[in-house]
């Protein structure tokens, strides 16, 4: 079973950047349909952008060309480079499987703050 680490969130100011990233263990990475996701306090988990195995993103209507996703397969790692942040984005965010709806890894926070 594959798992993920998360990292890369922190604290930044409205406006700021951040870049998280997504290590999957395991040598199937380059064989996933990938996604990032975001939960914010007393909120449900949202889907925020997903990358296929052959690197076409999508994005969620309210990523509005701020965010970018990535990936490298030979680093069996995954990346959501954020600009132009918001309060609304504060949130912990997570990486997984396209559609997989468990195996969760820890997550990493964003908080957008002034």
């Known amino acids: 079973q594959v798992h993920f680490v998360e990292s890369g969130g922190g604290l930044v100011q409205p406006g700021g950047s951040l870049r998280l990233a997504c290590v999957a263990s395991g040598s199937m990475f380059s064989s996933y349909d990938m996604a990032w996701y975001r939960q914010a306090p007393g909120k449900q988990r949202e889907w925020v952008a997903s990358?296929?195995?052959?690197?076409?993103?999508y994005y969620s209507d309210f990523m509005k060309g701020r965010f970018t996703i990535s990936r490298d397969n030979a680093k069996n790692t995954m990346y959501l480079q954020m600009n132009n942040l918001k309060p609304e984005d504060t949130a912990v965010y997570y990486c997984n499987v396209w559609g997989s709806l468990n195996n969760w890894g820890q997550g990493t926070q964003v908080t957008v703050s002034a």
């Open positions: 990358i296929t195995i052959g690197g076409r993103p």
